[in-house]
């Protein structure tokens, strides 16, 4: 699947039930640009998503998904403040430091998001205290 912002190819996912409130239009697929960190929803999911395509320090395990979902939300912490609520702490339930993969996320270059990594890291830190 192609990045409708930047045309890089994305990774797609099965979305459980309990996180597809959070995609757009409630898909049980979604897909992450691993450049622009844009989220969609998608027709397919990757039978073995890349999540290292994103970020080497990306999880590949239970947190995988809520994570990528929460990134994919970043763009607007107003708008998406109760989805981010309620993915972080599973990130963290499932032993993954959302805000130290954010770290790494931004000192690894690559990734061009519309907002800024850090000053969002930052953002969320203060959401989750």
């Given at each position: 699947m192609e990045c409708?912002?930047?045309?890089?190819?994305?990774?797609?996912?099965?979305?459980?039930?309990?996180y597809r409130e959070h995609v757009p239009e409630s898909s049980d697929c979604a897909a992450l640009c691993p450049e622009c960190l844009t989220l969609v929803a998608a027709n397919s999911a990757s039978d073995d998503p890349r999540f290292d395509r994103i970020?080497?320090?990306?999880?590949?395990?239970?947190?995988?998904?809520?994570?990528?979902?929460?990134?994919?939300?970043?763009?607007?912490?107003a708008l998406h403040r109760t989805a981010l609520q309620e993915l972080l702490?599973?990130?963290?339930?499932?032993?993954?430091?959302p805000l130290l993969v954010l770290d790494r996320l931004d000192a690894q270059g690559g990734v061009q998001p519309e907002f800024d990594i850090s000053r969002r890291r930052h953002q969320l830190q203060q959401l989750l205290d």
């Open positions: 409708p912002a930047c045309r890089a190819r994305m990774v797609s996912f099965a979305v459980p039930l309990e970020s080497s320090a990306f999880p590949d395990n239970e947190a995988a998904v809520p994570l990528a979902l929460a990134v994919g939300l970043l763009d607007s912490l702490p599973a990130v963290e339930a499932a032993g993954v430091d």
